[in-house]
Structure formats: C-alpha cells, structure tokens
C-alpha cells in the first residue's frame, strides 16, 4: 500500500530546492533560515490535517505517494488543498510534471493551481468533492496552464460570486505543456501585484486594486496524471 507523507515547517527557508533525490533539502537547511511558511518534500509520514483531497469519484483514480513524489491519478477533478491560511506578500514554489507514458489516465493537460482561495459564504473551504464546477463561488486567483487538451493557458480571478474574470489567454507552443518534463513553477503575490513563472520566465503578471490578501493554496487537475515534489511557501514581508 503506498503512504502519504509530509514535512510541515514554519520558520525557516529552504535555500535550494530540486527534482532530483540527491538534491533534496534537507529539514536542517530548512531550519537555517526563519522566511518558509510552509514546506513539502514528500519523505516523511504525512499529517493528514495538513492536506484535504477532494477528488471525484470515479474508477482508477487515485491521490498518493510513490517515490518521494505526490502523485495526482485521476479520471475526474482533483484538488488537494495545503490546509494553512496564507496571508500577506508570499511566493509559492514546487516543481512539477505531467506524466504520459502508457497510465490509464495519462494525458497532456491541465497543469493547474488555486491560490488566496476562500469561500465567501462559509469558513470552512474544504466542501467540495472535485468537481470544477462546485469551485465557481470561491474567491481565488488560478492558473490553468495547458488546459483545454493542452490549448490554453489562462489566468483568472474568481470573484467569489460564479464570476471568473479571465485575465490573460495564452494558446502558443512556448506557454503550453510538454510531456514528462519537470517545471518549476514560482507563484508572487505581493503588495498587490500578482505574478505566475515557469521555469524562470514570467507567463503572467497582473495588478490587482483590491488584491485578495489571505486564502488556501492548492493543486488542481482533471484527467491527467501528474507528479509534484519540493512545495515551498516562503514570506516576502520586509
């Protein structure tokens, strides 16, 4: 049976982050420095209050750990929510790749995220069973790079009333996905300027006059299966 695991660390930095096992970091590196919110490398035993799965129920899906990587297998939606409220300038960064190879739910696409996510109606945001439609009355900004069968990537505002403003439309080679390649994605949020990378180039950035200030982040997806490793939160707060 394969395990979950985590890290959860607050109060420090993690001064390097890899794809690879020999360049993971270690809890000790971590602790070296007192910016890192929160964490992630997969290796040890996960808290389960730290991570809420709601994914769709459908045959061969499956949200796991195998190798020291948190592994999404679905044939439906799927997001899997780190359960700690952000506040503030912070920058979010993992490393991540869509797999296709010979899985039953292998398929190029839909390399997503949430983030600043709350529920306007209720406290509690972890309501859902991953279905993208029951996301619609969240307050949020997310990212759907390679959405659409790998056609679109967009960035949108939730607006916490079913109104998801599109902010920017890409569809060119350059901004969409390739198979089995390990990305790192970096995610700004800071003095209201909101901003999305891969792999060092800046895909989108967007001025927000009433930025959202606090919310959950998650990893999202639907019919795909992908790998994620080396989650980290840091503070930018001065």
């Known amino acids: 049976m394969e395990r979950l695991f985590l890290i959860f660390i607050t109060g420090a930095f993690l001064a390097s982050c890899g794809s690879s096992e020999s360049n993971k970091t270690t809890a000790s590196e971590v602790a070296a420095s007192n910016k890192v919110l929160a964490a992630e490398d997969f290796s040890t035993p996960l808290d389960s209050a730290r ?6 129920d459908l045959p061969n899906s499956s949200v796991s750990v195998k190798d020291g990587k948190l592994v999404l297998d679905t044939k439906g939606g799927v997001t899997v929510w780190l359960n700690q409220k952000l506040k503030g300038n912070i920058e979010i960064t ?69 109104v998801k ?16 390649h390990w ?19 800046k895909f989108f950035e967007y001025t927000d006059e009433t930025p959202l200030e606090e919310g959950y982040f998650g990893f999202r997806s639907t019919w795909s299966r992908h790998e994620i490793d080396e989650l980290r939160v840091i503070s930018l707060e001065i």
Do not use: C
């Open 94 to 162: 993992y490393k991540r790749q869509v797999v296709v190879a010979d899985g039953p739910n292998d398929r190029l696409s839909d390399l997503n995220q949430f983030w600043m996510a709350t529920d306007p109606r209720q406290e509690n945001l972890f309501t859902r069973t991953g279905k993208f439609e029951e996301y619609d009355s969240l307050s949020m900004y997310y990212v759907g790079f390679g959405g659409n069968y790998n056609g679109t990537t967009r960035f949108r505002e939730y607006q916490g009333n079913g």
């Open 51 to 56: 991570w809420k799965v709601e994914m769709d």
């Open 183 to 201: 990305y790192t994605i970096n995610i700004k949020v800071e003095d209201g300027v909101v901003s999305y990378w891969v792999d060092g180039e």
């Open 165 to 180: 403003t599109l902010l920017f439309d890409l569809d060119d080679e350059a901004h969409l996905l390739k198979p089995n």
